[in-house]
């Protein structure tokens, strides 16, 4: 809410020809909607002139429009008019659920509980979205989405509890420095995807040759050591190769350097149900600005792209230099180069390995891995520790006692 507010309100300082009337009525945030009625007021202005007519009507203006400022590194001017209706629907959709959640709570604490006019207050309420969807909220459907029966999970216990099962249209974001196992944990992740489920899924290895990630799934699915794989591929083991292109038929790898719309031909074309994007760094992309402005604009167009193409997106992504050599715990402002990369993550995974700081690894931290669920957009975060298997690549989380 507050930054889909935010994010209208500075396309409008970057184009004042966007303004609409009546859209203050949308704005849940009262500052918000006194920002966009002097708008209004004003038709034509820069931010000096909005933050001086702001004088008395909100805390400090010029500090809070300036801050304002910074979304519009959030946006292209190429699709400022597009995202600027996005925001308004999604508005629109917020408002509606607010509205129908107030009526729904009435009929609920009322001593004469009626599931018919629940019912009732339920189809009465028409959305509106540019894909020419029916709008009609159906709670069964709603259920199946919310179970997802293909059970869609990170495999790792505590996360997996906190979560739940991940659903088609939302953004996982794993962050790490270099060498401390970003791959190996997605390739964890895709290991017991692939055995539960029969959805197709994509590998988008833009770093790693076809063939290094080919021999991790390998170390991954049979438990053996890099040179224990290359021996059994010396010796021309069928039977091993059979059964693991039997296991890994629903996915395809893909090592290239890729656009946003480059992926979205693939998902089109091999009907993707889940995608493993390694990592967002190596994506194409056109010049801009900055590299803050460029990680910004790619983080919005794959969230956009799961949820338009009803997808599952693992993103991996570095970590700025404020998160050292990768041996301290991560925090949510060590993305690199965009603070929007925590706003439109659905759930986002740092990780660190204490022992790449020490020469001679104490027992404590030898093979040691920590994850720790930074935003969870349905509750609780964690930390977790896990083993770091380096012969196999094996992750597997460590149980505590209670």
């Given at each position: ?84 209706k996005h925001c308004i629907n999604k508005l629109i959709e917020d408002k509606k659920k607010r509205n129908i959640l107030i009526k729904l709570n009435k009929h609920i604490k009322s001593p004469l509980f009626d599931w018919d006019g629940i019912k009732d207050e339920i189809n009465s309420v028409e959305q509106t ?7 009609k909220i159906n709670i069964l459907n709603m259920m199946e989405e919310k179970e997802l029966k293909s059970g869609h999970k990170t495999s790792y216990s505590t996360f997996d509890r906190l979560i739940g099962n991940l659903r088609l249209g939302e953004l996982f974001l794993l962050m790490g420095r270099t060498g ?223």
């Amino acid at each position: 809410m507050t930054y889909t507010e935010k994010a209208l309100l500075s396309c409008f300082i970057m184009d004042n020809s966007l303004l609409e009337a009546g859209v203050e009525n949308l704005f849940e945030i009262g500052m918000h909607k006194e920002i966009y009625k002097e708008m209004i007021k004003l038709k034509k202005f820069e931010m000096v002139d909005l933050a001086e007519n702001m004088r008395g009507k909100i805390e400090l203006p010029y500090v809070f429009i300036a801050n304002l400022l910074d979304y519009r590194t959030h946006w292209s001017y190429r699709y400022l008019r597009e995202d600027s209706k996005h925001c308004i629907n999604k508005l629109i959709e917020d408002k509606k659920k607010r509205n129908i959640l107030i009526k729904l709570n009435k009929h609920i604490k009322s001593p004469l509980f009626d599931w018919d006019g629940i019912k009732d207050e339920i189809n009465s309420v028409e959305q509106t979205d540019d894909n020419e969807e029916d709008g009609k909220i159906n709670i069964l459907n709603m259920m199946e989405e919310k179970e997802l029966k293909s059970g869609h999970k990170t495999s790792y216990s505590t996360f997996d509890r906190l979560i739940g099962n991940l659903r088609l249209g939302e953004l996982f974001l794993l962050m790490g420095r270099t060498g401390t196992g970003k791959t190996w944990i997605f390739l964890n992740i895709l290991n017991y995807n692939i055995l539960k489920t029969k959805d197709a899924i994509g590998f988008f290895s833009l770093e790693m040759p076809h063939s290094s990630v080919l021999e991790r799934m390998f170390q991954l699915n049979f438990d053996k050591s890099k040179d224990e794989i290359n021996s059994e591929f010396i010796n021309n083991n069928k039977s091993l190769i059979d059964l693991f292109e039997k296991d890994y038929q629903n996915l395809k790898l893909f090592h290239r350097i890729y656009s946003v719309e480059d992926i979205k031909v693939k998902i089109r074309n091999f009907g993707f149900k889940i995608i493993f994007i390694d990592f967002l760094g190596l994506i194409k992309s056109e010049k801009f600005n900055s590299p803050y402005e460029r990680t910004s604009n790619l983080i919005t167009d794959l969230k956009k792209l799961a949820k338009e193409e009803n997808i599952l997106i693992f993103l991996a992504h570095q970590l700025s230099r404020q998160a050292e050599d990768g041996s301290v715990p991560v925090k949510l402002h060590h993305a690199r180069d965009s603070g929007v990369v925590e706003e439109l993550s659905d759930f986002l995974i740092g990780i660190w390995r204490p022992e790449i700081a020490e020469q001679y690894p104490s027992e404590d931290s030898k093979n040691k891995l920590f994850m720790e669920l930074l935003k969870n957009k349905r509750g609780e975060t964690r930390r977790i520790e896990c083993y770091f298997n380096k012969k196999s690549g094996r992750i597997r989380e460590i149980l505590k006692k209670n």
